[in-house]
């Protein structure tokens, strides 16, 4: 569905139903202190890198986070668009900010 067309409140449920997992509010954190490597995630999260990379597939998807090649590796970070320090350790989803203070 194209978010354009989305009502609001469709939105912010799709954006918090994707938040609503333990792994994938901690790689958001983590990510808060800069990008990072799958490796340098998972000696944090500990968990199988193939459930790591499934966590980061669906944030990639709905546009919190970006992946960049880094030579043979992939550098994940958050997207501009949910992350901006000014606001403090918080996530911008389009309807609210969730904040990790």
């Known amino acids: 569905m194209n978010p354009k067309s989305e009502l609001p409140q469709s939105f ?11 792994t994938r509010l901690a790689v958001l954190e983590i990510l808060m202190e800069g990008p990072k490597h799958v490796g340098e995630l998972n000696a944090v999260l500990d968990v199988e890198q193939s459930l790591l990379s499934h966590h980061l597939k669906i944030l990639r998807e709905e546009g919190f986070v970006e992946a960049t090649r880094d ?13 901006q320090e000014k606001v403090g350790r ?10 990790f203070n």
């Open 12 to 22: 912010c449920v799709r954006k918090l139903k994707v938040l609503a997992d333990t």
């Open 71 to 83: 030579g043979k590796a992939v550098l994940y970070s958050l997207t501009p668009a949910v992350w």
């Open 90 to 99: 918080a996530i911008d989803l389009g309807c609210c900010l969730l904040s």
